[in-house]
């Protein structure tokens, strides 16, 4: 997930909300991640999570994070 060095990185490029994370795409946030050295993140799974949370969908977020293993669908 998103934790404060990961939301730092984030912010640095330009992405401080669940809006503008939501509508980045995996080969961005992978990007911006590699040149962070944080090639080990899997952003894949926080775009749709970002959606929900933009939209204010907690009840499909919290359900979808649960289906969730380490961010990615298990």
């Keep these: 997930g998103v934790g404060p060095k990961v939301e730092r990185v984030l912010n640095d490029a330009g992405i ?9 795409s995996v080969e961005k946030l992978s990007a911006v991640l590699d040149a962070a050295d944080l090639q080990m993140m899997d952003p894949s799974g926080w775009i749709e ?3 929900l949370a933009a939209k204010g969908d907690w009840d499909t977020l919290e359900t979808l994070q ?5 961010g990615r669908r298990v």
């Design 16 to 24: 401080s909300t669940f809006s503008e994370l939501a509508s980045a």
């Design 49 to 51: 999570q970002a959606d």
């Design 66 to 70: 649960e289906e969730l293993k380490g």
